[in-house]
Each structure stands twice: as structure tokens, then as C-alpha cells.
């Protein structure tokens, strides 16, 4: 089946290594003389494992839980991750703070809490802190 979900540039379609836009995706979506989709890019593969080189690279950022304005890359340090984040959530809700010397946490209006830590001055990892009911009054 060919397709965006089968080509290994799905979720980056247009992207090089570098995170710079090398063609348009409607290249690949315009419809040929039988009236189907082109896929003039279409290299077989799996399109997570593209997506996930370009974040662990830094030449695309991370949506913190996938969707939204809350994004960071894998390049910018601790304080550089906060300025950005602090002005994402001015502009569109939400509240980060230092959690510690090498953590922070953000709270998403709608994604709830999570902890982004750094090791050695690079990011380490990104939590989603499930809040779990610990007691409630009878």
C-alpha cells in the first residue's frame, strides 16, 4: 500500500537532516491523469523512525505531548528551554518553573504536569507525571 503512513518521509514530508523544507508535500499529493495521489517522494520505510532522528538531532523540535505550542530541542540548554517555554505559556497558557538545577516542570493547560531534565547540560528526558488520587475525604 503506498502511501504517506508506509513512506519513511510521512511525518517529516519536505524535511532534510538539517530541518530545512527541500519540497512542498502537495509535490507528493497532486493527482495524476487516472485522478491518484503521485507520491513522487515516496521511499518505502517507516516514518516514525525518520521523525524520531530528526528530534533526537535537533533539527526539528519536540511537541511536548504531541500536540501544541509547547516544544523544546534537544540542542537548547536548561535556560534557553525555559525562556521558550516561559513564552509559549505567557502567550498561550500554561506555567514552567525550576523544579531543580537541571529540571523543569510544566504544567499544559490541557496535558497536564511534566518534568524535563537535563544530564551534563543536554536533555536527558521528558515525563509525563501521571497524578494519581493518593486520598479523598469520605
Known amino acids: 500500500m503506498t502511501d ?5 518521509y510521512g511525518g517529516s514530508c519536505g524535511v532534510d537532516d538539517e530541518g530545512d523544507s527541500v519540497y512542498p508535500r502537495e509535490d507528493c499529493l497532486e493527482n495524476n491523469a487516472e485522478g491518484k495521489y503521485s507520491y513522487k517522494h515516496y521511499v518505502e520505510g517507516d516514518p516514525r523512525l525518520r521523525y524520531n532522528e530528526l ?3 535537533g ?12 516544544e523544546l530541542n534537544v540542542k537548547w540548554d536548561i535556560h534557553e528551554a525555559y525562556k521558550k517555554l ?6 498561550c497558557g500554561g506555567l514552567v518553573t525550576h523544579r ?3 529540571s523543569l516542570e510544566l504544567m499544559k493547560p490541557y496535558d497536564g504536569l511534566w518534568w524535563i531534565e537535563w544530564m551534563h547540560g543536554k536533555l536527558y528526558s521528558i ?8 486520598w479523598t475525604a469520605p
Open 127 to 134: 515525563t509525563r507525571v501521571i497524578q494519581k488520587e493518593y
Open 4 to 8: 504517506c503512513r508506509t513512506c519513511t
Open 86 to 91: 516561559a513564552h509559549v505559556c505567557e502567550n
Open 100 to 102: 531543580t538545577t537541571f
Open 59 to 70: 533539527a526539528i523540535n519536540i511537541v511536548i505531548g504531541g500536540e501544541g505550542e509547547h
Open 55 to 57: 528530534r533526537n538531532s
